[in-house]
């Protein structure tokens, strides 16, 4: 599929940066505020939340990320602001949260990894998603540490079950994502 670059920066800075709602009418402030139920059951909101260079299956109609847009997310502190608040109500959605560039186990936690750390879910594929897209975007180093709790996560808690393909996944995730390439 190709697209005009213009395009596909504008749809996205819109969304990120001036309250324009997404393909299905969702805008960013109403995404981050949803409660965990919703951001579960709800398809098509991670392909704006966390863009990627590929299209998806799940939201064909989310802009895709080239190398003009992935440019200039990097260089736009309000947007990566945003889209660490995205990152960061993901993490209290898995039950985690950031502690000065650590990720943990939040209050949370006990509740939530019942939905998606104690069996393979499609949570894992978002995981993948959110990965690398972060390191694409600018937040490589909120991505690293994400990736580390996982890995901490699925060594030392029993309850974990993430298996060994999710484990690849996320590696891959940060390993693969290269910014100087649109993939």
């Given at each position: 599929m190709s697209h005009d670059s213009n395009q596909?920066?504008?749809r996205i800075f819109a969304f990120y940066l001036h309250d324009q709602p997404d393909d299905r009418?969702?805008?960013?402030?109403?995404?981050?505020?949803?409660?965990?139920?919703?951001?579960?059951?709800?398809q098509g909101y991670m392909q704006w939340l966390f863009p990627l260079p590929e299209p998806s299956g799940s939201n064909p109609h989310a802009p895709l990320l080239d190398s003009d847009t992935i440019a200039a997310f990097r260089a736009n502190d309000v947007i990566r602001d945003r889209l660490r608040s995205a990152y960061l109500r993901m993490l209290c959605f898995y039950g985690l949260r950031e502690r000065t560039w650590h990720v943990e186990k939040g209050e949370n936690w006990d509740?939530?990894?019942?939905?998606?750390?104690?069996?393979?879910?499609?949570n894992n594929l978002r995981i993948s998603h959110i990965l690398r897209s972060m390191c694409l975007l600018g937040l490589?180093?909120?991505?690293?540490?994400?990736?580390?709790?996982?890995?901490?996560?699925?060594?030392l808690?029993?309850?974990?079950?993430?298996?060994?393909?999710?484990?690849?996944?996320?590696?891959g995730a940060t390993a693969d994502a290269d910014p100087g390439r649109e993939n």
């Open positions: 596909v920066s504008a009418g969702r805008r960013l402030a109403d995404v981050l505020a949803r409660g965990d139920d919703w951001l579960e059951r709800t509740d939530r990894k019942a939905k998606w750390a104690t069996a393979p879910t499609h490589r180093s909120e991505a690293e540490a994400f990736k580390g709790c996982l890995i901490r996560l699925a060594r808690d029993p309850d974990c079950n993430f298996g060994e393909q999710a484990l690849a996944y996320w590696c």
